[in-house]
């Protein structure tokens, strides 16, 4: 095994960056898991009260939610481009709300909440808290004769 050492300590690369990539998935999760708290927001209090918008709604502050902490990251994103690929599509019916108005900031949120998905939540996070890396300390294989 390459970079294998016996006795040695041996460090498993993390896919929680931190640093300066790091506070850029942080700076995109808040902004996305923001955007889509504002969202659901907007329906609930919207004039359109049929129980499949209340749903969703309560699904994009969900994912909103776990995306601002930054827990269960990767699937709330996957529910984030959902939400946005809905919206872009009309599948959903919009608020009318100034900041979510247009197909482009659609799309943009969408490509930000993909980036999010593809990526993962970084070091600051509680995924990385819960799931982050760990150390494992290979021992001396005893010699036999």
Not at 58 to 68: D, E, K, P, Y
Not at 90 to 118: E, G, K, Q
Not at 130 to 138: D, Q, T
Request: proline share 5%.
């Amino acid at each position: 095994m390459a970079g294998y050492r016996e006795g040695r300590l041996l460090r498993i690369f993390s896919t929680f960056p931190a640093g300066w990539p790091g506070a850029g998935l942080l700076l995109l999760r808040v902004t996305v898991g923001a955007l889509l708290i504002l969202r659901a927001a907007a329906c609930l209090s919207s004039e359109h009260e049929t129980r499949f918008l209340m749903v969703v709604a309560l699904l994009t502050a969900a994912s909103g939610v776990l995306l601002v902490a930054g827990y269960l990251s990767r699937l709330a994103a996957i529910v984030a481009v959902a939400a946005g690929v809905s919206t872009m599509c009309s599948w959903l019916v919009a608020p009318n709300v100034a900041f979510y108005d247009t197909r482009t900031t659609a799309a943009l949120a969408t490509a930000i909440a993909a980036a999010v998905a593809c990526l993962g939540p970084g070091a600051f996070s509680l995924d990385s808290r819960l799931f982050g890396p760990r150390e494992i300390v290979i021992p001396k294989a005893p010699h036999t004769s």
